[in-house]
Structures are given as structure tokens and as C-alpha cells.
């Protein structure tokens, strides 16, 4: 299915904008050397989510991922960022990617992010979805073989359809052409 691209990001603030370090570098290998954030929308009957990922580059596994009914910071990118931590600790320098968005550029997230001496900050151009295209293919996927063909009457029956999709089939069963056909949890850390 195919819908129109649209910037849904906030990027009028007055926050740093840090360069882009990642440069569109998709390539994969090394794991928790480079992650990305972003955020698409899913519709339900009682109105807008948010669903917030981290993607590790290395493998294309969603390694932290947030559901939520307001785009505060307290409520996606900080408990999506906190997941990926959990799942994949951070050991070594790791490039974090986002766009422009207000939550991912406050304050809040800044320090959360500062805490760390190992991550790098790296963030997109304004408006360019070319140099976040890991998670837009991702995003892609998942509206593709889940959201669209669901009708959502409630955060609670997202939670549970992204859930399946993202933990039971994306990350574990479903081949990815970027990783030599390979579902991201068999690939083993090297």
C-alpha cells in the first residue's frame, strides 16, 4: 500500500541541532555501534498513537520501542530509549540517530543521552527522510503486513498487535534482504 509522505516531525524549537554524523552509513555489521530513533502515527477510533522505535543498524533489530497517546518525551522516545539500553547495554561508542523532532532535541532527552560518555549524537537534515531510511523502510513494513490491515478501536488492541508483530515476527522470524536474508535475532554478536 502506498500513502503520501508527509513531515510530521517538530522541528520548530530552538533546541541544538547536532550534525549528521551517520550520513546515510546503513550499512550493517557491527551491533550497538549505531542506533535510530523515529516516530510514525497509528490511527485508532479514540484517536492518534505514537509509536516510538530504536533500531540498531547493525542487525535492523527494533531493540526499544514505546506506545503512546502524547509525543512528550516521559512517554516515547525515553522509554523506547530505556528499552534498547536494557536489551542491548550500551559497551561501546554508539552513534544515536534521530530526526529534528522536539523530543528527541530537549533538554530531557539531551541529558539522558549526556549521561552516557560513549553515544554520539547525530541528527537529520530538516525534512530529509533519506537520512533516517532504516526506520521509514521499517515503518513501511510494519503499516504494510500489520497496521493497515487492522481497524484500531483502542490504544490496548495497538499495544498487543504491535507487540506480536515487533517481538514475535520482525525481530525473530521475518528475512530481511539487508542481512543476508536472515530474521535480526539469528544473527549472533560478533
Known sequence: MKKKFKITSDSNHKSTVHENKLDRNFK???????????????????????????????????????????????????PAFRMAQRNRPITQKLLFHSDQGVQY????????????????RSISRKGNCWDNAVAESFFKTLKAECIYKNKFENQAQVAIVVFEYIEAWYNRKRMHSTIG???????KET
Open 28 to 78: 550493517p555489521g557491527t551491533l550497538g555501534a549505531a542506533w535510530l530513533s523515529d516516530i510514525p502515527y497509528i490511527k485508532t477510533k479514540q484517536g492518534w498513537l505514537c509509536l516510538t522505535t530504536v533500531i540498531d543498524i547493525g542487525d535492523r533489530k527494533v531493540i526499544g520501542w514505546a506506545l503512546s497517546a502524547t509525543m512528550k518525551t516521559n512517554n516515547s522516545v525515553v
Open 105 to 120: 532535541a530537549c533538554n530531557e532527552f539531551k541529558t539522558l543521552l549526556e549521561s552516557n560518555p560513549l553515544i554520539i
Open 181 to 187: 536474508l536472515m530474521s535480526p535475532e539469528s544473527l
